[in-house]
């Protein structure tokens, strides 16, 4: 069965640092890019960021609320993505879902290839980080 | 950065009923990489439809997408019980990944 499990949530005060790890069964982890995505209480879906597979580098992207704040890694031979949160502020408290997705490429016509992402496909179950003093 | 604007915000319909969602982005979405998402209370987002057109694997052929330039459409073609939920249309194509607010369809 293809699964992600997220761990590592919890309650922590504004300014401290949390990491949540993403575990994967059931399909090959290195083929797909990795990506965490958040959803305050009652709220809507936020995208946080993604990292590629090592066909691309394992190159990141991240939504500007958390870029110099988050840093996403993997470690294929564990198949686990991490997500390491620091200088958490209270806007920060969420459910954080990881999710897979397939990589592709489009070609540009003039010789390049452009490496996209498509659908996240599969999401894991969520783990609440909630930041407060 | 492109804006997703879902209406309505919340749809009120009968099992056996058809239900139009609409995204509307603020420019046009590259690749067409527009999807949409399913949530129920308490679970994580399921995907339903991809590339704008493209049904995720699982999902009943009673979902449909279209898509009319930056408009983008998510039709059910008669409600189940299990189809009231949320429904969240996100933009992949460019950076920052974007998503809709939301669209709420409940039991009229």
């Known amino acids: 069965e293809v699964q992600l499990v997220e761990s590592g949530g919890g309650l922590v005060k504004p300014g401290r640092s949390l990491r949540l790890s993403c575990t994967a069964s059931?399909?090959?982890?290195?083929?797909?890019?990795m990506g965490w995505f958040r959803q305050a209480p009652g709220k809507g879906l936020e995208w946080v960021n993604f990292?590629?597979?090592?066909?691309?580098?394992?190159?990141?992207e991240y939504a500007a609320s958390v870029k110099g704040r988050f840093t996403i890694s993997r470690d294929d031979s564990k198949s686990i993505a991490y997500l390491q949160l620091t200088s958490l502020k209270t806007e920060d408290t969420a459910m954080y879902y990881c999710?897979?997705?397939?990589?592709?490429?489009?070609?540009?016509?003039?010789?390049?290839?452009?490496?996209?992402?498509?659908?996240?496909?599969?999401w894991g179950q969520g783990t609440m980080v909630t930041v407060s003093s | 950065e492109i804006v997703l604007t879902q209406s309505p915000g919340t749809l009120s319909l009968s099992p056996g009923e058809r239900a139009t969602l609409s995204c509307r982005a603020s420019?046009?979405?590259?690749?067409?990489?527009l999807a949409w998402y399913q949530q129920k209370p308490g679970q994580a987002p399921r995907l339903l439809i991809y590339?704008?057109?493209s049904r995720a694997t699982g999902v009943p052929d009673r979902f449909s997408g279209s898509e009319s330039g930056t408009d983008f459409t998510l039709t059910i073609s008669r409600l189940e019980p299990e189809d009231f939920a949320v429904y969240y249309c996100?933009?992949?194509?460019?950076?920052?990944?974007?998503f809709g607010p939301g669209t709420k369809v409940d039991i009229k």
């Open positions: 999710s897979r997705a397939p990589e592709t490429n489009y070609y540009d016509g003039s010789g390049y290839y452009l490496p996209l992402l498509d659908a996240f496909d599969i």
């Open positions: 059931g399909f090959n982890f290195g083929d797909y890019a």
């Open positions: 990292i590629r597979s090592k066909t691309y580098r394992e190159t990141t």
């Open positions: 420019q046009s979405v590259g690749f067409g990489y």
């Open positions: 590339g704008t057109y």
């Open positions: 996100q933009q992949y194509g460019s950076l920052p990944f974007t």
